[in-house]
């Protein structure tokens, strides 16, 4: 039996998370798997509740859990509170720090039906299919912080920091998610400014003789983000650190039509946490509107990296991607001849292709 903990959160989160776990019900007793689920509070509704973003109890059920489902976290009724209170803060890297997830992962895969709904011409989106490791526990999101006065004015500064330690085991992830696709790894940072990017760069060409089948390759953020809508067919695997990987995933999102699309796993510690990459959308919750494909996605992650039911994770993949060969959108990733459809029945129709 396996413990999957959920965080709806807020927002949307209330909505995508159940049609998940509808999906999940459905697809486990056909590969002979045994789910539980326990819920708990998070974000901004854990706030409003017991006056904590991350409670006690909530990352206890995380930390004694197989795997974790979230939903998103956030919405502009907490932006004023004090930042160690914020909820994409101090939930998120909370619960990044307390369970030890170092790496985000995200594929970003071009369904041949969702074509038209990208913001980029077919010719260029056409084949897209990548994955983006992400580092998560270091640099400026963990590194000092502060403000201090100088000169009679504020100044406010934040810390990038790694560690040799930190680039090597998400350098390693990526080396060998590429040797079991096409053998390409491109490694992003500012190695021409940042001396943290030095040792990025340094510390990943290291480790580059110990898988001579992948061929590897260096970029920069700001390059990289260019080649990302100018030629994004030319990445297999991305590595880079926390904050060039947040902004990029985003930017990448969009080759597979719709950050509604993007799922993601946080890993590296015994328990991975599986999450849409977008936010809360509180402007669309409780309308039926969200996308709940991506936490369907994300599902299918954590059979297959949590669970190891690969069969089970394949067949959901297969599921969406049928649904949406049929015609049927979300708002979001609507285009004229198609058939708009809601959260619910969008889950109603991948339940049926499974």
Same mark, same amino acid.
């Given at each position: ?156 500064? +934040? ?19 590429? &040797? ?65 990987? +947040? ?63 690969? &069969? ?43």
């Amino acid at each position: 039996m396996a413990k999957i903990a959920l965080l709806p959160g807020d927002g949307i989160g209330q909505e995508i998370v159940p049609q998940a776990v509808r999906v999940l019900k459905h697809i486990a007793p056909k590969y002979g798997i045994e789910l539980e689920f326990a819920e708990a509070l998070v974000g901004g509704a854990a706030i409003d509740a017991l006056g904590v973003p991350l409670p006690d109890e909530t990352l206890k059920l995380c930390q004694q859990s197989d795997a974790i489902l979230l939903g998103a976290v956030g919405g502009p009724k907490w932006d004023t509170l004090p930042v160690h209170l914020r909820p994409e803060g101090a939930a998120l890297l909370g619960l990044r720090k307390n369970l030890g997830l170092f790496t985000n992962i995200r594929p970003v895969k071009m369904l041949p039906a969702l074509l038209k709904a990208s913001t980029l011409k077919e010719e260029i989106v056409n084949g897209v299919d990548m994955m983006v490791f992400r580092e998560l526990t270091g640099g400026l999101y963990f590194g000092e912080r502060g403000r201090r006065e100088v000169n009679g004015e504020t100044q406010a500064f +934040d810390t990038m920091v790694y560690a040799t330690s930190e680039i090597e085991r998400i350098a390693r992830l990526g080396f060998v998610a590429a &040797q079991g696709r096409r053998g390409k790894l491109c490694s992003v940072d500012k190695a021409n400014i940042l001396e943290s990017s030095r040792l990025w760069r340094e510390t990943v060409s290291k480790l580059a003789p110990e898988y001579p089948d992948v061929e590897l390759t260096h970029m920069y953020v700001d390059n990289c983000a260019m080649q990302l809508v100018r030629q994004p067919l030319q990445f297999d695997v991305i590595i880079t650190e926390n904050m060039f990987g +947040d902004i990029l995933t985003d930017l990448a999102s969009m080759l597979s039509g719709s950050i509604g699309m993007l799922a993601s796993a946080s890993i590296g510690g015994k328990v991975g946490l599986y999450e849409p990459a977008h936010g809360s959308a509180p402007d669309i919750a409780g309308m039926n509107k969200a996308n709940p494909l991506a936490t369907i996605l994300s599902a299918a992650l954590l059979l297959r990296y949590a669970l190891g039911q690969e &069969q089970a994770a394949a067949a959901i993949e297969a599921s969406v991607a049928q649904t949406l060969a049929q015609g049927y959108r979300t708002p979001d990733i609507y285009v004229s001849g198609c058939k708009q459809v809601g959260t619910q029945e969008m889950t109603d129709l991948v339940i049926k292709n499974v």
